[in-house]
């Protein structure tokens, strides 16, 4: 059984005041996805993975990302990132935000454009060594042999 955590637990773990977590539930940003409320002294309820996602926008707002960047960057993740949104890469340089999936860099706030290509360095050296070996296989196939016989007297 997975462990439930309510509205005010939620907020002190997370680190952020009860009120930004009940606005942001109300604003659709992090819903809680055990309980939700319905209505005057019904409570919310949070399972862990709400958490990690309650977390994750807390560290873009004290990145200095504006909140309704937070939510352009939240409806990308959840549209695009198969994982857990906790376990995605992101990259923060001054307000953009870019997504590291695979080889790829995705600047979440230009609408998945990608921005570059990450170059992975082990697969160069694999290549140039791989080349290596083939050019020194190639000058020893090349290299004329001398065949000597003996004769007998």
Known sequence: ???????????????????????????????????????????????????????????????????EAVR?????????VDSEIAAAHIVISGQSVVLCQGDQLIDVMRNGQGVLNVLPLAGVKQAVDASIVGLERQEIARVPRVVTRSIAL
Do not use: C
């Not at 996805?33 to 996602?53: H, N």
């Not at 352009?72 to 695009?80: P, S």
């Open 72 to 80: 352009e960057v939240f409806t990308y993740l959840r549209d695009h």
């Open 1 to 67: 059984m997975q462990q439930v955590f309510s509205g005010t637990k939620a907020a002190q773990i997370v680190g952020i005041t009860y009120r930004q977590l009940d606005y942001w539930a109300r604003t659709d940003l992090i819903r809680p996805s055990v309980t939700d409320a319905s209505g005057s002294g019904t409570r919310r309820a949070y399972k862990y993975r709400d958490l990690l996602e309650l977390r994750v926008v807390k560290n873009l707002l004290d990145a200095g990302i504006r909140l």
